[in-house]
Nanobody, 123 residues
């Protein structure tokens, strides 16, 4: 049974940093590209970052480029999202996702999803 479990969310103030983690189990982690998405209330799901299976390739949309960094530790079956200079508009539920094929910015490409972790940023 595949499980992706996010952690590290919580309350933050504008300008703070948070590091999200996503621990994977039940799959051969180094065969999966990983990504982070988020969804704010009343808004569409938003792609944030993706990382290739061995971590040598990452991709970010312009909206978070320079503030967010994705990384992975294949020895620990974990992917991370470092978020700096947080803004109130970063408030959302953050999800990690796994794709057996390759990285994609489209949520439909991903095979497995975590349950999400809430990030709330106050001004």
């Amino acid at each position: 049974q595949v499980q992706l479990v996010e952690s590290g969310g919580g309350l933050a103030q504008a300008g703070d940093s948070l590091r999200l983690s996503c621990a994977a189990s039940g799959l051969t982690f180094n065969r999966y590209a990983m990504a982070w998405f988020r969804q704010a209330p009343g808004k569409a799901q938003e792609f944030l970052a993706s990382i290739s299976r061995n971590g040598d390739s990452t991709y970010y949309p312009d909206s978070v480029k320079g503030r967010f960094t994705i990384s992975r530790d294949n020895a620990k079956n974990t992917v991370f999202l470092q978020m700096n200079s947080l803004k109130p508009e970063d408030t959302a539920v953050y999800y990690c996702a796994a794709n057996l094929d390759r990285t994609s910015r489209y949520s439909s490409a991903y095979d497995y999803w975590g349950q999400g972790t809430q990030v709330t940023v106050s001004s």
